[in-house]
């Protein structure tokens, strides 16, 4: 049996961010746990023809073995420090999903990456405004993080709203490689940083 050597894992910050944030209007963000592969997929195959135009990773029916791979892998990457996977559900249904958030740490030393969907029933409620917000704060609270970023194509309206009514500053428009059908090919980078810095 062969053993490839595994590259050492780098955690974004010392701390973490909480496990569950309440918020308004009876909705909840929770880190992924294993029990939530289930509702997960239910909720991504329910939402594909939603998610298909934006999400490169929406373009087949997830498998329930790939939805726990997933939620596996959440959980792994939330031990190591390197990405902070959240479902958002409805505090009257324990264990639902109406959508799927995270803070990521792909972009870099001191930032993290918030990425986001809702399910198509619940768009048009603040609700991934009010969990990006949430999100925007846990993030910002942690040692080591000085910034935290929205990326989305320019043509997705929907998306670019909520860093705007957070606050957040457009920064930069870069060329992006078309990843899913609606995309433009143009990304916004939208970033915010603590007060005063």
């Not at 053993?3 to 496990?19: D, F, K, L, Y």
Request: hydrophobic share 45%; with cysteine.
């Amino acid at each position: 049996m062969s053993h490839v050597a595994q590259e050492p894992v780098t955690p974004v910050s010392t701390g973490r961010p909480p496990e569950v944030l309440p918020l308004a209007g009876g909705v909840s963000l929770r880190r992924r746990a294993v029990g939530d592969a289930q509702q997960l997929n239910a909720a991504v195959r329910a939402n594909l023809e939603h998610l298909r135009p934006w999400m490169p990773w929406a373009k087949l029916e997830p498998t329930l073995e790939q939805s726990e791979a997933m939620v596996e892998a959440g959980i792994v990457s939330w031990d190591q420090g390197t990405d902070f996977m959240y479902l958002i559900g409805l505090d009257a249904v324990p264990g639902s999903v109406i959508g799927a958030f995270g803070l990521h740490g792909r972009i870099g030393a001191g930032a993290l990456e918030i990425g986001y969907w809702v399910d198509a029933a619940h768009n048009g409620r603040g609700i991934a405004t009010e969990c990006a917000r949430a999100l925007t704060e846990a993030a910002l609270a942690l040692p080591g993080i000085e910034r935290v970023e929205i990326h989305c194509d320019e043509a997705n309206g929907a998306s670019a709203a909520v860093p705007r009514k957070l606050g957040y500053r457009l920064d930069r428009v870069i060329d992006s490689a078309i990843t899913a059908p609606s995309e433009s090919g143009r990304k916004l980078i939208w970033i915010t940083e603590p007060a005063g810095v």
